[in-house]
């Protein structure tokens, strides 16, 4: 059986912060569910992240907005994100994306599903696909009631140049079973399938490779949920196993425990245990995305690190209405230093330094 349960999340460099808020939560109807930084390197980056109503793994898109570094497009890269809508809404996304000007693919289909792909304002591409089955609680807006709004992922996009070894990968290393091929694309799922457990291969032989590093309009990985920190070290020992040698060590992400590798096409595959308390073990619930969350080990450089990020504003309809005013208690643990390799040390750049 594989380790592998579904999908947790999916991360992608935006460009500008606000644009990136803006829409995403107004235009494409998500909840701004976190505020933090980028935890690597010596320029503090905003990462936000973004999830259906109950902040489910397998709904969770997060977004480091990196306007000083533009990325390439290409394959060896997650080309588009899919999330699942309910059957019929294909009408609905396709009139409100015209009605805010966004460009899109119209309505198009893939394994018998409708479609349509669409921009967002960094050129990063999404889409909206048909799945009757997924019924998990949509976050909603004024504009996108929830007969129509997106439920969560129905999956990633993936563009390479080769299949053979890239499904060699996710079959026997994470677990897939292939489902289907429709024409360019080819449809791999785990456990029950269906939707947030479904990663699509898209063949595309002669398109030059893409950037692997963070920059604006390039998606950077797909993140898959195991249950535990020990299912992330027999994740690794399976790499091994087979020869994926390049695996990363557990890092410690604050919400959840995650090892690294990339898979032979070029795309990075982060496997994540999401953490105790997750989203909410450092705020409230009815608070989640409102303020800029450090982990324990940067709050002493708080000043330097705001005064290198584009100042936010989230828009107040993201707030959740109604919600108990639930302080969340402290983690266990959460303020302990520890002695593993996992970066815990605030080194930054000076925030003159960082104004390009
Ligand atoms: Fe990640």
């Not at 091994?240 to 919400?255: F, H, M, P, Q, V």
């Not at 450092?282 to 800029?292: F, I, N, R, V």
């Amino acid at each position: 059986m594989s380790l592998v349960q579904g999908l947790h999340h999916i991360t992608v460099c935006a460009s500008g912060a606000q644009e990136d808020v803006d829409f995403l939560t107004q235009v494409f109807g998500q909840r701004l569910i976190k505020q933090t930084i980028l935890f690597d390197g010596r320029y503090a980056h905003y990462h936000l992240y973004y999830a259906n109503a109950d902040c489910q793994p397998g709904s969770v898109y997060t977004t480091f907005p990196y306007k000083r570094v533009p990325g390439r497009v290409g394959s060896g890269q997650i080309s588009s994100t899919a999330y699942s809508v309910p059957k019929g809404s294909v009408k609905f996304w396709k009139e409100h994306l015209d009605r805010h000007k966004v460009p899109h693919s119209g309505a198009q289909e893939r394994f018998g599903q409708s479609f349509l792909r669409l921009s967002h304002p960094s050129g990063l591409q999404l889409e909206v696909i048909e799945d009757s089955d997924d019924q998990r609680n949509g976050w909603t807006t004024d504009q996108i009631s929830k007969d129509v709004t997106t439920r969560g992922f129905h999956g990633p996009v993936l563009s390479v140049r080769e299949v053979a070894e890239t499904e060699r990968f996710f079959v026997d290393a994470l677990g897939f079973k292939k489902t289907g091929t429709d024409g360019a694309y080819h449809r791999f799922e785990v456990g029950s399938g269906g939707a947030a457990k479904t990663v699509t291969l898209v063949h595309e032989p002669d398109r030059a490779a893409g950037s692997w590093t963070f920059g604006a309009g390039t998606a950077h990985h797909v993140a898959m949920d195991l249950e535990s920190d020990e299912k992330l070290a027999e994740q690794k020992g399976i790499y091994d196993e087979l020869g994926y040698t390049a695996c990363s060590e557990i890092k410690d992400r604050n919400y959840f425990h995650s090892i690294y590798c990339r898979c032979p096409g070029g795309i990075l595959v982060e496997c994540a245990a999401t953490a105790p308390g997750a989203f909410a073990r450092d705020e409230a619930p009815s608070e989640l995305g409102t303020h800029l969350l450090l982990p324990p080990w940067f709050e002493e450089k708080r000043a330097e690190i705001i005064a290198m990020l584009e100042p936010i504003q989230v828009p107040e309809n993201n707030r959740l209405a109604g919600s108990p005013e639930v302080i969340a208690a402290p983690v266990p643990g959460m303020t302990e230093s520890s002695d593993g390799p996992s970066r815990r040390k605030a080194l930054f750049v000076s925030g003159e330094g960082s104004k390009n």
